[in-house]
């Protein structure tokens, strides 16, 4: 019992001292100095957008015309780029989806993913 008091609080200050959130089917984010690193863990190309959760509200974008990150590639968004981002921002939602060729379709939207994450 002893050694877990001492390890337990260890192994949680290592674990949340780079936060980095997991959609298992796609999209891994995690919070790097001045942004967020974005991995494609899939087989197929991911569009998305970072939004601030500040300006969370009803988006209406052009699905199409967002940014794309190719099958096991890294990209990195600054904070510069997360619409709504200031200062004072505390999350952003990354929304991400499969990239469909024949864009635009309705399905896009029926397979879109919010994953926030602390900024």
């Given amino acids: 019992m002893r050694a877990i008091a001492?390890?337990?609080?260890?192994?949680?200050?290592?674990?949340?001292?780079?936060?980095?959130k997991v959609a298992d089917d796609g999209l891994r984010?995690?919070?790097?100095p001045a942004g967020l690193e974005l991995l494609n863990v899939s087989r197929t190309p991911?569009?998305?957008?970072?939004?601030?959760?500040?300006?969370?509200v009803e988006i209406d974008w052009n699905l199409c015309a967002c940014p794309t990150v190719s099958a096991h590639a890294t990209v990195f968004v600054p904070d510069s780029a997360i619409a709504g981002f200031t200062q004072d921002s505390r999350e952003a939602v990354v929304?991400?989806?499969?990239?469909?060729?024949?864009c635009p379709s309705s399905s896009l939207r029926e397979s879109m993913h919010q994953l926030p994450i602390p900024l």
């Fill in 6 to 20: 001492v390890w337990l609080p260890l192994a949680l200050a290592v674990a949340c001292t780079n936060p980095v």
């Fill in 29 to 32: 984010v995690r919070r790097v």
């Fill in 95 to 102: 929304h991400w989806w499969p990239w469909a060729l024949d």
């Fill in 46 to 56: 991911l569009g998305y957008f970072v939004v601030a959760r500040n300006l969370q």
